[in-house]
């Protein structure tokens, strides 16, 4: 029993080496976000573009990711997928399809999955009757790339959310 706590123990990161892996990952979390909007809107139609309000990229800060790891959920530092983020509101339901199907198509530069924490918050919540639908991602690079020179490891995580307006 002593084996197993000691080893639980050393899987996790104290506050202090957790921010210093953070701060030093920071920017390949921006360069990936950076990347995988840069290929998403690639690969949309240039009218489509007028149906999408692009929320900027969001690197978490220090503060809220620490207070994710530590107080709130009590991750790890590999659980955490939203260290990088970013939002598509878009009109309709069927533009939700069309980004969708973006990500779908380009699986030999990440893996795609759905948010399993957002599911589970639909199983105990509905949408409102007004039509809000949301679509999160979590894209995980397939391999290493660089992006405006910085080095984005393989398995870097981006949380990617669709929604539509009437949120």
């Not at 590999?78 to 699986?107: A, N, P, Y």
Request: net charge neutral; glycine share 4%.
């Amino acid at each position: 029993m002593g084996n197993w706590l000691a080893k639980k123990q050393a899987d996790k990161m104290n506050e202090r080496e957790f921010s210093d892996k953070y701060i030093k990952e920071k920017p390949m979390f921006k360069a990936w976000g950076e990347f995988v909007l840069s290929e998403i809107l690639k690969k949309l139609p240039d009218s489509f573009h007028k149906y999408i309000k692009i929320e900027q990229i969001r690197v978490k800060d220090l503060d809220s990711i620490l207070n994710k790891a530590f107080v709130i959920k009590n991750r790890k530092y590999d659980e955490i997928t939203d260290k990088v983020g970013m939002r598509f509101v878009v009109l309709l339901v069927d533009h939700i399809s069309d980004i969708k199907k973006v990500i779908d198509d380009e699986l030999d530069l990440w893996s795609a999955s759905e948010d399993r924490e957002l599911e589970d918050w639909r199983r105990t919540n509905t949408p409102d009757s007004f039509g809000y639908q949301s679509v999160h991602y979590i894209l995980y690079a397939k391999k290493d790339v660089e992006h405006d020179g910085v080095l984005i490891r393989t398995g870097t995580p981006c949380e990617v959310q669709i929604r539509t307006l009437l949120q």
